[in-house]
């Protein structure tokens, strides 16, 4: 586990697998005071607010992308790659370094605020898969057993998911790793565990 700098808040990244909770354990990481974002709300600014991003994927993916604002539309963008490797990693490519590019930006500001959370936490679904580790101090594997995932998965994500680094190579990875299978209780009770470990680490 890399030692952050003094002035800045611990930056801790959570993974898992789909339909694992990383998002429920986020909500429970600013519950208990850290400062949060997720990857899934930074690409919805972009994609509302980057006109080089909107030019690019008209380009690529066509003007049917677009939603009724003229902005692109996350499901009709959704439509267009899942289920095509070569366009889905074009996508990939082109947000994954913004989407870096925009957190660290929220990093640094946090650290420049006069009281800076101690914490300050994302959800990065593929950090292992795009190398993007290296990035925080931290890292949280959320795992859940495949009965469980299955259970909250919205929309199939079987492309997808072949596509990921397995649970137990992320686990291994990993500085803390949490079951969810259980209450949202027990996940409460860890992460406040991981918070009072890296802030003690951080004085």
């Not at 986020?26 to 990857?39: C, E, I, K, Y």
Request: net charge negative; glycine share 6%; charged share 30%.
């Amino acid at each position: 586990m890399a030692r952050p700098a003094a002035a800045r808040p611990v930056a801790v990244a959570i993974t898992g697998g789909i339909g694992a909770g990383k998002s429920t354990a986020l909500d429970a990481f600013r519950a208990q005071g850290a400062a949060t974002v997720s990857s899934d709300e930074i690409v919805h600014h972009l994609l509302a607010a980057d006109e080089a991003v909107r030019d690019a994927l008209v380009e690529r993916l066509g003007p049917e992308i677009l939603g009724e604002d003229g902005r692109p539309d996350r499901s009709r963008i959704a439509g267009a790659v899942f289920g095509d490797p070569k366009q889905l990693a074009w996508l990939e490519a082109l947000l994954h370094p913004l989407v870096s590019r925009e957190y660290l930006t929220w990093r640094e500001q946090l650290a420049e605020l006069d009281d800076p959370p101690r914490v300050c936490v994302t959800e990065v679904p593929l950090l292992y898969e795009v190398g993007g580790e290296e990035r925080f101090d931290a890292v949280v594997v959320v795992t859940a057993s495949p009965e469980v995932r299955i259970s909250r998965r919205l929309t199939p994500m079987q492309d997808r998911e072949q596509r990921l680094i397995p649970d137990g190579d992320k686990v291994a990875r990993a500085d803390f790793a949490f079951v969810n299978d259980g209450s949202l209780e027990e996940l409460d009770a860890f992460v406040a565990d991981v918070i009072d470990k890296l802030s003690s680490e951080a004085r």
